[in-house]
């Protein structure tokens, strides 16, 4: 019997060859190998008599070889095997291509189950490359024929019917798995135990048994996802945070001290996390956001009121370019408010106090005051968490953590943070608040983020206009120029953002890290002949400026202030600037090869635009006539909001490709059932109800322990 962490290297009749092939799809036990599911199912379940076949019919014949024969092109170039198969009602011939060991196999006089289509040329009928099985008497079992067929995800030298040729005896000598799902959850909602989905997953009676089976498998991952969550909640209700307290007066001062009135969902916003951090519990909560809706004057009033409250705020971010912009945006803001504010990245230190003598600092200097309490908000990237010569940055009195682009971070840096309070001695935990420009569904939040709670602004600034988004057609290049040039002789700035190109088939993409070197310099590459064609060609009268991701810290910070200050007209740069680059004076926002963007980073581009009160434009220049590319900047042109534009990019590309699911590390049939509502509503449902009678799962052991093993898989910060 097969257990399911048996290796299969260590199951006799597998050859290293075979192991070889099925390692590079990552399997390597049992229990790989069956997790290893179809994606579809040919339908041979019809077996009937030669004479009844039909032109473009899917079926199987039982039928006897009467004459095989192999046979080289004229060209030489390609090996035909014919046979012709024969039962009690007639003949057809059947033609395999480039497979000479199909007649080793299939000798005169074999009988055999063949299974495909049936095709018809000029001049015959006949099956091309049927599936083949050799039976022995009426009641032989079969895996490739005469039945639903699985189709598996394969690679090269690895067929569905190599996979097939596994998968059957394992599953027929397997051992009783134990189902760690509570037989009650199963049985509420109609779902087959774990044995019984295996089996008809891959070898159903009827594709209703496969959906059935595919059910209990989404569902599973889905109830993992919800108990992780829940479990996360329950735990965090028990732990103890400093409550950060400010009174309605204080609070009123700070809004009133902003140079801009806040919007209804920025205030209602603002209410949820000041109430979070009142309580002596940890705040765990989301900040979505429209890009521009004004999340970074919310989470900084957060830690302006810690400041007050003598506590500090770690505010983390995932480039340097965007913590430098959040340590300007606060500086400007909040200069008069007497808060010491640094900013602290692997390349930058600077602080300051409200009285205008900001500067660079030397890092051991500003450490120290870190560490000695004089500065209340420290911005930067995971430098914040990293350690300097050696010696970890340390807090006299960290309560708060605001984490933007909360999805780029992991629980390890999260955990880091907790770590060193606790390290201190600390009684209480910190409060965490994160913050999110990547509009995702409510549906999906719910799911993937379940564990926090959740703050959503929906809405722009008072002032801001909406911006005009047009595809430009390439005979229309000329024409969009010309108005560029009129705008920048106005006074106004412009953006040109290019695409990432990948490398060609001949460069060598063997390696990873070779490969991933190579994306970035042709991106490189790409911008530098844009930027030549733009400063030489087209506008040679302009001030134009390049960023790319090769240039050193010091380098883009300098091209950044030219550009903010108003001495480059057009910036010409990679998607470095996708999140973080403040600059109200750009009203043109141009990308080239907007079909090689998802929606989402189309949407972060536009968004670095439309930040005053002049009208600004996005251009969206593509050449590909595609149907899909013309769906999805269709969506891009129609959406009022973020969120309504996540939706449909979720609609049209799947949560797997909306969300990344490499980067997720959630199972593919949990990724594909994000969408169904009532599934999620179901689980969570479930999850709910096994925690309220076993909130530790003691009672629950095999489910304790799974849960444990899909907490190390998962990865959704």
């Keep these: 019997m097969f257990q399911l962490n048996t290796e299969l290297a260590k ?70 095997v014919e046979a012709l198969l024969v039962d009690e009602t007639g003949g057809i011939k059947a033609i395999w291509f480039n497979q000479p060991y199909v007649a080793q196999i299939l000798k005169d006089g074999v009988e055999a189950n063949f299974a495909g289509k049936v095709t018809a040329s000029d001049e015959e009928i006949y099956m091309s490359s049927p599936a083949y099985e050799v039976v022995r008497g009426s009641t032989s079992e079969t895996k490739h024929t005469a039945g639903l067929i699985p189709i598996y995800p394969e690679t090269r030298s690895l067929t569905s019917k190599g996979i097939r040729f596994l998968v059957k005896p394992i599953l027929n000598n397997l051992e009783t798995i134990p189902d760690f799902v509570p037989s009650e959850v199963l049985e509420s909602n109609d779902l087959p135990n774990i044995n019984t989905a295996l089996k008809r997953i891959h070898f159903p009676f009827a594709l209703e048994d496969a959906e059935i089976a595919r059910k209990r498998f989404a569902f599973e991952d889905l109830f993992l996802l919800q108990l992780n969550n829940l479990k996360i909640r ?30 209804a969902s920025q205030k209602q916003s603002l209410d949820e996390i000041v109430a979070d951090l009142s309580k002596p519990m940890p705040m765990n ?38 913590a430098r912009q959040h340590y300007q945006t606060l500086t400007k803001i909040f200069g008069k408010l007497n808060v010491g504010i640094c900013l602290l990245t692997s390349n930058e230190a600077r602080s300051f106090y409200g009285d205008d003598l900001e500067g660079k600092r030397q890092k051991s200097e500003l450490l120290k005051e870190i560490e000695d309490g004089k500065i209340q908000i420290i911005i930067g990237t995971h430098a914040i968490i990293s350690s300097y010569k050696g ?43 994160s913050m999110s420009a990547t509009p995702i569904p409510r549906t999906l939040s719910l799911t993937l983020f379940g564990d926090l709670d959740l703050s959503i602004i929906n809405e722009l600034p008072k002032g801001r206009k909406p911006i005009i988004t047009k595809v430009v057609d390439p005979k229309n290049r000329p024409k969009a120029y010309e108005f560029i040039r009129e705008h920048v002789k106005a006074g106004r700035q412009v953006f040109v953002i290019y695409p990432r190109i990948e490398p060609s088939s001949k460069e060598n993409t063997e390696s990873k890290i070779v490969s991933a070197r190579q994306k970035v310099w042709n991106e490189v590459k790409a911008v530098k002949e844009e930027y030549e ?56 926002m141009v990308i080239e090869g907007a079909d090689r963007f998802g929606l989402s980073q189309l949407y972060q581009f536009r968004g670095r635009v439309g930040r005053s009160e002049h009208q600004s434009f996005c251009f969206l220049f593509t050449d590909s006539s595609s149907q899909t590319t013309a769906q999805r900047l269709d969506a891009l042109l129609e959406a009022k909001n973020g969120f309504e534009l996540a939706e449909k990019d979720l609609a049209i590309r799947g949560p797997g490709q909306f969300l990344g699911d490499k980067q997720t590390g959630i199972p593919d049939l949990a990724m594909r059932a994000l969408n169904n509502i009532e599934l999620i509503k179901t689980a969570r449902s479930a999850a709910e109800e096994v925690l309220k009678k076993d909130p530790t799962l003691k009672k629950h052991a095999p489910l304790r322990t799974r849960l444990k093993d899909f907490q190390k898989q998962i990865h959704l910060e």
């Design 391 to 433: 010696k970890p940055v340390m807090f006299r009195d960290l309560a708060l953590a605001i984490i933007d682009e909360q999805h780029r971070f992991g629980v390890e840096q999260r955990a880091a943070l907790v770590k060193q309070e606790k390290d201190k001695g600390a009684e209480t935990t910190i409060h965490f608040l």
């Design 285 to 322: 909560r989301l900040l979505q956001g429209d890009v521009g809706s004004g999340k970074t004057v919310i989470v900084a009033i957060a830690g302006i009121i810690a400041a007050k409250n003598n506590k500090q705020t770690a505010f983390m971010a995932p480039t340097e370019v965007l």
């Design 234 to 263: 329950l735990q965090l209700a028990k732990e103890k945070a400093p409550p950060i307290a400010v009174s309605q007066k204080e609070l009123d001062k700070i809004i009133a001290s902003l140079p801009f009135e806040l919007t």
């Design 533 to 588: 064609k733009l400063s030489t060609k087209i506008f040679p009268d302009l001030k134009v400026g390049m960023l790319h991701g090769k240039l050193k810290a010091a380098e883009k910070e300098k091209v950044m202030s030219a550009f903010s200050g108003g001495d480059l007209n057009i910036l010409v740069s990679t998607s470095v600037i996708e999140v973080g680059v403040d600059v109200p004076n750009a009203t043109i």
């Design 11 to 80: 199951i006799n009749g597998i050859g290293q060859k075979f192991l070889a092939r099925l390692a590079k799809l990552q399997i390597k036990t049992v229990r790989d190998l069956l997790w290893h599911f179809p994606f579809r199912y040919e339908d041979y379940s019809k077996v009937v008599k030669i004479d009844d076949l039909q032109i473009n019919q899917s079926a199987t014949v039982r039928a006897t070889v009467q004459k095989i024969s192999v046979r080289r092109t004229w060209r030489r170039k390609m090996l035909i």
